[in-house]
């Protein structure tokens, strides 16, 4: 009777397996015709985005639907393809699209949990699945990516199949493929990562979002780990080495930023220029862009223009707290709260939000969105003092929301804030107008408003030099004296009301020579030099600069800056003066490569000594040059011969009432604007000039990005004559018998100095005893130097 059972048992299962066999051959004649096409594989063309780099290829900026970076087969580690696969599917190399032996492990191990516990899919399903089907868990879709695995098996390699999975597969934080998670969560391309990151890599594709070492690193890391055991159990690799990537400490990138270094401005403008060219299809075409900017100056001027900012707030005081929470007294309720008052703060500019928990005048103590704590004392504490003292009605107490910041090799706590104030910098080469490094404003996520290029703002002083390059053009010499005394000018050479110019600090020094008035910024000496030379001809001559005439009345408030000008515009006009009288376009993309690397374009900058057309005569830029190293060396900003350099010339710039401040400066190799304002123009404060606040921006750029570049002065041009004159009278010193005989008899000197000048106007004789009219001389210069030579007449 038994044995009759057993048969009928065995009969029974035969009978079912024939019959499901039958079926599932039913569904898969069915179903394999109406399976997709491969081209989808077969010419693999992932969503890659715009991506943005410096020369020297860093990069600065990716924009597109999805972070990709795809990376060929036959560049990717062993390690992270061994991961992969012990991760994922050990017998991938084995089975033909569908793990059999797996699929029998997995029903087992779901019937003995009593639920679906463990999947079956194959990295050859789960290309199926990602490229063609969805996520829908049905038998009708389940055999459907059985059917397709296989088909993907008959037509593609082993190795072109895990290539289109290591790129197609979604990692998390917006991350598709091992590559653009390996600089998502680590920081750098997958080429330069240990076993240890392959391993947190690879546990990934079971659940991005569960796994994601950013938001739960302790599940993350033991998934990692269970990656590094399966890679010893299948001997990928030894005890010692499993060992070790166990204990390596992981350094997550906390941040989305992608970029190796901060210029989202800079790469905004790129982006703006592709899209204007090729349209939507950047986004997802995978072009580079190789920009003229250089890694090591854009992080320096970050640096300097985050730390001129934190100065300016540092001497104006701290303002207060963003916001004020109440604290419960409940631990896990404090929690809470923090957690919740901080949620929606991101950091910016290193900036990093924070709840106050404690604060006396010695010691503030605040709490981090990550649960850290941090102390702030010391020096530190000095700018908040009466805040952390409760004086003068400001009181920071606990609850408190505040920006915090580490500062220094060994980071020191400070408190900080989100500043009003903005500031920009902009470095070209004034060879060719290769823009080396670019910062629009304070931070690009917080305000886009690009202040290099779109802030139309008074230069103030800093527009000076073009009016005396003019002058020069009409006969003054840098030891031509001009009156520095009080000045009415009437409400028609203003353009506006009546004007009594006066210089900055009120004081008037009577006759001095054009090269101290720049060198002290004498506002008196230049609006006189207008009068003399005519409102007209300036603007018309400062065209030659890339100045646009129409935002610059022509009217005698055009001596201090009263036009419109940006920063980047500013830069080009400098470049005349550094390059030796040679006007260069600015420009920022130097090269564009399509997917494959193909060339579709290049930079042809007009060059010095090549297509650069020469605006001035070479002697005017060689004595501006020269009367622009004595502001740096003894006028306005003096404070820069502080780094040690003698091949540097600039010019301050303050408007009225301190709305704006700038230096614009340069050496033969680069030229550099810093600005500072605000966005709605009012004052800077009362002491701020361009000397205080933009200057010392400009300096720390300068130190860093001439570090090691060895001193290059500019060579006179011929056709300048050095003659020693009297610094009185701007004529050559007197030499009679009388002043030798007394001078001896003293024991001084006739004072004297060496000037340049045109060859054609050199000083005059110095007067005869008792005759002439003195210094008044020499207030009016000679008559409009007319050029020579056809080829520097300029239209």
Known sequence: MFSKWWHYALALIVSLGVVGTALAGLAAALIYPNLPPLEALTDYQPKLPLRIFTADNALIGEFGEERRAFIAIDKVPAYMKQAIIAAEDERFYTHGGVDTLGVLRAAGSNLLSGGAKEGASTITMQVARNFFLSNEKTFTRKLSEAMLAMKIEHNLSKDKILELYINQIYLGQRAY???????????????????????????????PSRYNPVVNFPRAKARQEYVLGRMRTLKFIDQPTWQAAVKQKLVIRQTRRQADVSADYAAEMVRQALFEKYGESIYSSGYKVVTTLRRTRQAAANRAVWEGIADYDQRHGYRGPENQIGLPADKVQREAAIADALEDLAPVSEMQPAVVLS??????????GDGTVVDISGSSLKWVANWAAGKKGRQLAPGAVVR??????????????LPEVEAALVA??????????????????RNKFNRVTQAWRQPGSSFKPFIYSAALEKGYTPATLIE????????????????????????TSGPVRMRTALTKSLNLVSVRILQSIGPHYARDYIRRFGFDPARHPP????????????????????????????SVNPYLIDKVFDKDGRLLMQANPQQVGGSAPRVIDPRNAWLMTSMMQDVVRYGTAARASRLGRSDLAGKTGTTNDALDTWFAGYNPGLVTITW???????????????SQSALPIWMNFMAAALKNMPQKGWEMPSGIISVKIDPATGARPSETVWDTVLGTALGVE??????????????????????????????????????????????
């Open 428 to 445: 070209l080469d004034p060879k060719d107008g290769a823009i080396t490094a670019l910062v629009g404003g304070f931070d690009f996520h």
């Open 177 to 207: 493929g091992f590559e653009a998670a390996a600089r998502t969560y680590f920081g750098k391309p997958m080429r330069e990562l240990s076993l240890a990151e392959f391993a947190m890599l690879a546990g990934l594709p079971k659940a």
């Open 676 to 690: 500072m304002g605000y966005d709605q123009p009012r004052s800077l404060g009362r002491r701020e000039t361009g």
């Open 750 to 795: 006739t004072p004297s100095m060496v000037e340049h000048f045109y060859q054609e106007f050199p000083p005059p004789e110095a007067p005869a005893a008792g005759g002439g009219d003195g210094p008044g001389n020499f207030t009016e210069p000679a008559a409009p130097y007319e050029r020579a030579d056809p080829e520097t007449t300029l239209p």
């Open 404 to 417: 915090v910041q580490a500062v220094g090799s060994k980071p020191q706590w400070r408190l900080a804030q």
């Open 359 to 368: 604060a006396s005048p010695k010691l503030i103590r605040a709490q981090l």
């Open 555 to 582: 009217y005698l408030t055009m001596a201090l800056g009263a036009g419109s000008v940006t920063p980047l515009q500013m830069a080009a006009a400098y470049s005349v003066f550094a390059n030796g009288g040679f």
């Open 484 to 507: 520095d005394a009080p000045l009415s000018v009437s409400a028609e050479e203003t353009g506006a009301a009546a004007w009594e110019p006066k210089n900055y600090d009120g004081s």
